[in-house]
């Protein structure tokens, strides 16, 4: 029963692919099961990553944004699924719904077949989350996603785990809000290949850059690139796209990664 919802999940059947992720979200398919199965690995290609991490405070506006990055990837013809952690943030409590109004592009007749948007629930799940969310990656890529998108929230431990299991970690912030940069005071900062701050048809938002920008000059390894975004004026989306698509490790995240 398993191998056919699987063969028809790689098919592109969405109920089947729903099933067989929901299976390992409450323990009763085991990711290497899944994998035998399905008998293909998927080894990446010319070290491009293959899961990107995207996390930020909650509200800076990470689904808007992802929104018209996937609208971008999905013109490009590449396929992203997303896998949304918790999207009941401390914000907006229990916002699915809000997610999903949010993320138009699935609604886009011309791409959604590109496009696969996964919540996971972390008050259901039998295990520890980031392993959920790994093995749930591990399956998406087996079944032929390209790349895949995990959505969190960069608050609390279990959140920054999730990122880190990711191949690269976009981190998105705000414009200046007087009180310092939201992601170093989460520590996520240090676990950044790239900074995107959004919001910036606000005030506050180049100065926020420049103030990030500045952090960098004292670490250690290569700086990650910081950009500037507005996702409800889509201006500078399609660049940070293009930008991500083929963005290298920082080289920090690693030695923080453990
Ligand atoms: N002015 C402005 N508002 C934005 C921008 N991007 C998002 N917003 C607004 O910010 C709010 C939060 O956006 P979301 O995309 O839900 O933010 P999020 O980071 O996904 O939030 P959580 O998932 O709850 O952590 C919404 O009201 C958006 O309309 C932007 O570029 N400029
Ligand atoms: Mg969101």
């Known amino acids: 029963m398993t191998l056919e919802f699987l063969e028809q999940a790689k098919l592109g059947d969405r109920r089947s692919l729903a099933r067989m992720l929901s299976a390992l979200e409450n323990g009763t398919l085991h990711i290497k099961d899944a994998l035998d199965a399905i008998g293909e690995t998927s080894e990446p290609r010319n ?4 899961t990107l991490a995207i996390t930020g405070a909650p509200g800076v506006g990470k689904s808007c944004l992802l929104d018209g990055l996937l609208r971008h990837w999905a013109q490009l013809g590449i396929r992203v699924a997303v896998l949304a952690v918790d999207p009941s943030s401390p914000r907006t409590g229990g916002a699915l719904l809000g997610d999903r109004v949010r993320m138009t592009v699935v609604d886009d007749v011309e791409l959604n077949d590109l496009i696969y948007l996964r919540s996971v629930a972390t008050r259901k799940a039998s295990g520890s989350v980031p392993v959920i969310v790994e093995d749930m990656t591990k399956l998406l890529l087996a079944l032929g996603w390209q790349r895949v998108i995990i959505e969190t929230v960069g608050a609390g431990q279990s959140e920054v785990r999730c990122a880190a299991i990711a ?35 606000l005030p506050g938002a180049e100065l926020h850059a420049d103030e990030i920008r500045e952090s960098f000059e004292l670490g250690i390894g290569n700086k990650p ?13 399609s660049q940070a796209a293009d930008l991500l698509l083929t963005l290298a490790s920082s080289g920090r995240s690693e030695r923080a990664r453990w």
């Open 47 to 50: 070290g491009q990553w293959q």
């Open 225 to 237: 690139p910081v950009l500037l975004t507005s996702a409800v004026q889509h201006t500078g989306v």
């Open 167 to 201: 191949d690269r970690i976009v981190v998105v912030e705000g414009p200046a809000r007087g009180d310092g940069i939201q992601a170093e005071k989460a520590g996520l900062l240090e676990l950044a290949d790239a900074v995107l701050v959004n919001k910036s048809d």
